[in-house]
């Protein structure tokens, strides 16, 4: 049994240090190489390929479950903390997904789901409409991330160069994202090691006119299960930060009960 465990863990260490080998040499190439233009399918081959291969993604974080910290800035300006408890199930595409997040807050504990598109909250364990702007918002969440580039070919997502650019002495590779949706999401992409640094997207709010500039930074990227993740993100809204989340564990693999995903009413009756 411990040679066992010994061996599982030389077999880890070995993918890991393959990962972290890998990352230098792709960046190597792009500073030897300046002037040749790598295409936008070569760029996210290249982001899948640090954060952990095709395939290893698609076995390992097909389902997961991640708990941490969300600080959100109230409209009065003050930081309020709360718990979360994210739960997901990735199907062939993102419309088959099933996302689920339940949060406790000081003033209330609540769940939101969103099952293959259909979104729903639940308190108390009975079922509420979200407002309108509570449900736009959730599925952005999961439309403008990192697991929509990772997954474009499965998504049917387009993908378009808009060139480099060099912030703060780093230079980057900057990629367009269109899905089935027309929805665009802008990524920035580390010339060195090839991870997304940050992306931007703009949105109109349910029941407004103007646009609002979005941009999601990841910081602290780790090595999870073999796999490159993110464990603090922070989002700013036309130039403000508005909420930063802090992940405290995350586990893939994890068994799913279809409940957890299921809307009360159909759970109570027994429904599908």
């Known amino acids: 049994m411990k040679f066992e465990k010994f061996r599982t863990s030389i ?5 890991c240090a393959s990962m972290v080998a890998a990352a230098p ?5 792009a500073r030897a190489d300046q002037p040749k233009e790598y295409t936008p399918e070569q760029l996210a081959e290249f982001v899948i390929a640090v954060t952990g291969s095709r395939a ?18 109230t409209p009065e300006g003050r930081p309020e903390e709360s718990r979360y408890e994210l739960r997901f199930v990735h199907g062939e595409n993102i419309e088959k997904d099933k996302v689920r997040i339940d949060q406790k807050t000081p003033q209330a504990e609540y769940t939101l789901v969103n099952t293959e598109g259909k979104v729903f909250g639940i308190i108390n364990g009975s079922a509420f409409t979200p407002r309108p702007e509570t449900t736009a918002d959730f599925l952005s969440q999961q439309t ?3 697991d929509a580039l990772l997954r474009y070919k499965e998504n049917e997502s387009k993908l378009a ?3 480099k650019d060099k912030q703060q002495g780093i230079d980057l590779y900057v990629i367009d994202l269109i899905d089935k949706a027309n929805r665009k999401t802008r990524y920035f992409i580390s010339a060195k090691t090839f991870r997304v640094l940050w992306l931007e997207y703009e949105e109109t709010p349910p029941d407004t006119s103007t646009a609002i ?3 999601k930074r990841f910081y602290d990227y780790r090595v999870a299960q073999s796999t490159l993740v993110p464990y603090r993100t922070v989002l700013f809204e036309d130039g403000k930060q508005t909420m930063e989340i802090r992940i405290l564990t995350v586990t893939y693999g994890v068994k799913m009960e279809d409940n957890l995903f299921q809307h009360p009413d159909q759970a109570s009756s027994g429904g599908e």
Do not use: D, F, T, W
């Open 56 to 73: 290893l993604l698609s076995q390992i974080r097909r389902n997961g479950l991640e708990r941490g910290r969300i600080s959100r800035m």
């Open 25 to 29: 040499m792709l960046g190597a190439s």
């Open 213 to 215: 500039k979005y941009i």
């Open 161 to 163: 160069s808009a060139g």
């Open 11 to 15: 077999v880890v260490l070995a993918i």
């Open 144 to 146: 403008h991330s990192l």
